[in-house]
């Protein structure tokens, strides 16, 4: 007979007052997939009702993590062996075993809790892919990105994202006037009500430009106290990696989400952005048999479906020739 575990037999565990026979059962029940899920609800549930000291995971693990670091730095793991003489294997000190094994038990545990509390929508090389919200809101990610979304609690407790590649957003406004929040690598946050805006996230720079409506941009910079910038329509925020930010303004923001109908748009764009380009939307690397190559500029507007019709019209408009070998493309004249 399989054991039947409700909310409040689980309320009474998270307080500490099961039984072993309780614990038990509960261990079985929770060999199921789809009670794994629920019982990450109730636990989360059961915590927000009782409020208590979180401790942040990251950043023990990475203190931890450094400490290792530190000491491995200061101990090699290889000694010097000098001919003739046999050295026995050192010994490390019992904490450093046991915080490895923490670590291990630790990560293990916050990746599993994280896959549970988070639904994470990822499109592959090449592919565009709509989702809509549980709030109504409409969201299109580019080609290799991510979004993590809250499974439980979406639209009522929180509407918080995090946004990993490019993704085009148009935001419902609910009855409540509940703030969307779009989190980023480089600590780039932007909060809005009801609008619509693209957000790119990628290694080379940070880039939101707004459509319609208005969002507040907050910058948390590693040197700078926070910025809050407000946004009208037509404005575009930039962060390099160094954090240097720059805002600017354009009378034509839907170029900005071109994209989504596989629309290409470069205006005097360099052939290094469209070797970016190609590494983040179709997973292609760009060699140059002349290096003046990277300095020549595309202007203009074309649709492209895949890679293939992507580099047809990119070589005729640099009246230049291509190749390709699995991964790697090379531009000659």
């Known amino acids: 007979m399989k054991p039947v575990i409700t909310k409040e037999k689980l309320f009474e565990h998270f307080a500490g007052r099961s039984t072993a026979l309780q ?24 915590e927000r009702q009782h409020l208590q000291y979180i401790a942040d995971e990251d950043a023990a693990l990475q203190t931890l993590t450094d400490r290792i670091e530190i000491w491995e730095q200061q101990h090699p793991a290889v000694p010097e062996i000098q001919p003739g003489r046999i050295h026995p294997l050192p010994v490390q000190p019992r904490w450093l075993v046991a915080a490895a094994v923490v670590l291990s038990l630790l990560a293990g545990l916050y990746a599993g809790r994280q896959r549970l509390l988070y639904q994470t929508i990822a499109t592959g090389f090449g592919e565009t892919r709509p989702v809509t919200l549980s709030d109504g809101s409409q969201v299109t990610l580019n080609a290799n ?26 935001i419902r406004h609910t009855p409540t006037h509940q703030r969307f929040v779009v989190h980023t690598k480089r600590g780039v946050e932007v909060e809005v009500l009801g609008t619509e805006f693209n957000v790119y996230d990628r290694p080379q720079e940070t880039k939101i430009v707004l459509s319609r409506g208005a969002i507040q941009l907050n910058y948390n910079s590693p040197t700078k106290p926070v910025r809050r910038l407000r946004l009208k329509p037509g404005d575009a925020v930039r962060v390099t990696p160094a954090g240097q930010l720059t805002q600017s303004h354009t009378s034509q ?9 596989h ?33 020549r ?13 992507f580099l047809q019209v990119v070589a005729e ?9 699995e991964n790697t493309v090379t531009f000659f004249e």
């Open 263 to 295: 629309r290409f748009v470069f205006k005097s764009t360099p052939v290094r952005e469209i070797a970016d380009l190609l590494r983040d939307t179709y997973d292609l690397r760009l060699e140059l048999k002349n290096p003046a190559l990277a300095d």
């Open 317 to 325: 408009l640099l009246e230049i020739n291509y190749k390709q070998k």
């Open 297 to 309: 500029t595309i202007t203009g507007a074309f649709q492209a479906h895949d890679a293939d019709e």
């Open 145 to 170: 990105s991510t979004l993590r979304v809250p499974r439980f609690g979406f639209g009522t407790q929180t509407r918080a994202v995090w946004l990993t590649g490019e993704a085009a957003f148009s």
């Open 23 to 46: 614990r038990t059962m509960i261990a079985e029940w929770l060999q199921q997939p789809a009670n794994q899920l629920l019982y990450i609800a109730w636990l989360d549930e059961w």
């Open 253 to 261: 923001p839907e170029v900005s989400t071109a994209w989504r109908d």
